[in-house]
């Protein structure tokens, strides 16, 4: 029988890997058992994917084999844990509402997991916490709002078990102009769905119902999966919810009860979100405030919090649209290149010069460049006023760090009030805002710079009703052209393209240029340095 130590000499060191197995006698157990165990607990505790999960064990045990008899191996296999590691989809502030156990099992027997609800019913919380779950059985997983990334990530003909989360793919607050066509894109994706991968959808009420020509959801479905109502939780779970929102927000107990008077009082005030966004906000009431104006406070829109706070805070509205552009769910920008987009001037590394993207796009070679990578002219930093603006934003909640100076926002609402600042621009913040997006699309990270190429739909919409604001867009989109991220390049044609319909006839030409272009030559490019 083939014992551990095959793979591990224990000695001093077997307690450091039977913390990793948990197994209190590692040396007794055979390697196959020990390997069972660790990927077990990779999996449940460490949500590590099960395509990586032997790389990851082989690493552990290197980390064990360089440290024997030579220093503390426990520093060293937390940080690679923490490596390994992706961070849980579960909201830190997550509390069950009590139907999560028959949600799980509706998506172990069906894949997909359909759910419909008010604003700020809880939603998309819901949904994370559900594919958190996933996690744990070594899914790996994403989350986006376009059913094409959905389409791509699930239907991939690797292996691997996935699972994605699809936010409000026909709208958030009205049905999306073509939201049948997304219908019928997502009926379609969830009939090729594969054994080993998982859907759930996020969905607004509003424009399911107005998509679908229904008045309720319980008659709602998709081939042959229903649409779940997913109704305000009882009282018992709203209070629950406000007191741990009211927690972290260091309300008094005269608030807290204030609010849980109201919660229990029948005024319908059970909405996870709308109990989260009055925790986070409760400071902006009169100290004063009645029970009617802590319930309008309590449903405002995000948009028009966004709209008063950057009225009030000097600087902050730079410091919104910069998130905006820079960031996607699950996509959070670095303090650095968020100094970049604030406030990086005319610096644009990542754009190619004209001659070596005329030759990537005409089909000959590139000039090679192997050295030096792209940097910038000087290091971005953020000045005392942006630094400001983002501690007031992450004060209140609306801005979190998912990961050491990475920023995000921290719901969907925060991140539509924030886009929305750009619903009537006046020419001056539509120049601002080109300038920010140009210096997100050419930044040296590539998760940014794709952030702000995907930013050009909701940016374009924005600036429509201005004198050539669409124009402008189009422009930085063609510019993009020049990133020397292929993929980005992808995504600002695949923007061009759908805006064919949407310009003068007199540029269709130009646009159409870059169409008959063969796509294969987008994905070429010249060398960068490592991944950011």
């Not at 926002?409 to 300038?435: C, D, M, N, V």
Request: some cysteine.
């Amino acid at each position: 029988m083939v014992k551990v130590r095959v793979l591990c000499p224990f000695g001093d060191l077997g307690f450091f890997w039977a913390l990793i197995v948990g197994m209190r006698s590692p040396e007794q157990e055979t390697f196959a058992a020990v390997e069972i165990r660790a990927q077990e607990r990779l999996r449940a505790l460490h949500r590590v994917p099960s395509d990586r999960l032997r790389d990851a064990i082989a690493r552990l045990a290197k980390v064990i084999f360089d440290a024997k008899g030579t220093r503390d191996a426990l520093p060293e296999l937390r940080l690679a844990l923490r490596d390994l590691s992706p961070n849980s989809e579960i909201p830190g502030d997550y509390v069950r509402r009590g139907n999560e156990d028959e949600l799980l099992g509706h998506l172990r027997a069906n894949r997909v997991l359909l759910l419909a609800g008010a604003p700020r019913a809880g939603k998309t919380w819901t949904a994370r916490y559900v594919v958190g779950q996933l996690q744990t059985q070594g899914y790996e997983v994403s989350q986006g709002s376009r059913i094409e990334a959905a389409e791509r990530y699930l239907l991939d003909a690797t292996g691997i078990e996935r699972a994605f989360v699809l936010d409000d793919p026909l709208g958030s607050r009205l049905a999306d102009v073509g939201a049948s066509s997304e219908l019928s894109a997502l009926r379609d994706l969830v009939e090729r769905l594969p054994p080993n991968r998982r859907l759930i959808v996020a969905q607004g009420r509003d424009p399911l119902l107005a998509t679908m020509l229904r008045t309720e959801i319980s008659v709602c479905r998709l081939g042959s999966h229903a649409w779940i109502d997913l109704g305000a939780p009882d009282v018992e779970i709203a209070v629950d919810i406000w007191t741990a929102a009211a927690a972290r927000h260091d309300l008094t107990p005269e608030q807290i009860g204030t609010v849980e008077s109201l919660i229990r009082g029948g005024h319908g005030l059970l909405e996870p979100g709308a109990l989260t966004f009055l925790a986070a906000t409760f400071s902006d009431l009169p100290a004063a405030a009645g029970p009617e104006q802590i319930l309008l406070h309590a449903r405002r829109d995000a948009v028009d919090v966004m709209a008063e706070l950057s009225e009030r805070a000097t600087g902050l509205s730079p410091m919104l649209i910069g998130l905006a552009l820079a960031t996607e769910p699950l996509a959070p920008v670095a303090r650095t290149e968020l100094a970049h987009v604030i406030l990086g001037g005319d610096d644009h590394p990542t754009r190619s010069a004209p001659d070596a993207i005329r030759a990537i796009v005409m089909g000959f070679s590139a000039p090679q460049v192997s050295s030096p990578a792209p940097v910038y002219a000087s290091a971005p930093l953020l000045s005392d006023e942006t630094e400001a603006s983002l501690d007031v934003l992450l004060r209140r909640r609306f801005v979190n760090m998912p990961d050491v100076d990475r920023f995000n926002f921290a719901h969907p609402f925060y991140r539509a009030g924030a886009q929305a600042l750009l619903g009537a621009p006046t020419p001056r913040i539509l120049g601002e805002s080109l300038a920010q997006a140009a210096r997100a699309l050419f930044s040296l990270s590539d998760t940014t710079s794709r952030s702000a190429a995907r930013a050009l739909q909701w940016l374009g919409d924005a600036m429509a009703e201005l004198p050539d604001g669409r124009k402008r867009v189009l422009g930085l989109a063609e510019d993009g052209l020049r990133s020397l991220f292929p993929g980005n390049r992808g995504i600002c044609l695949a923007y061009l393209v759908s805006q064919l319909g949407q310009v003068a006839s007199d540029d269709h030409a130009k646009l159409q240029e870059w169409v008959r272009r063969p796509r294969q030559h987008l994905c070429a490019g010249p060398p960068l340095g490592p991944r950011r």
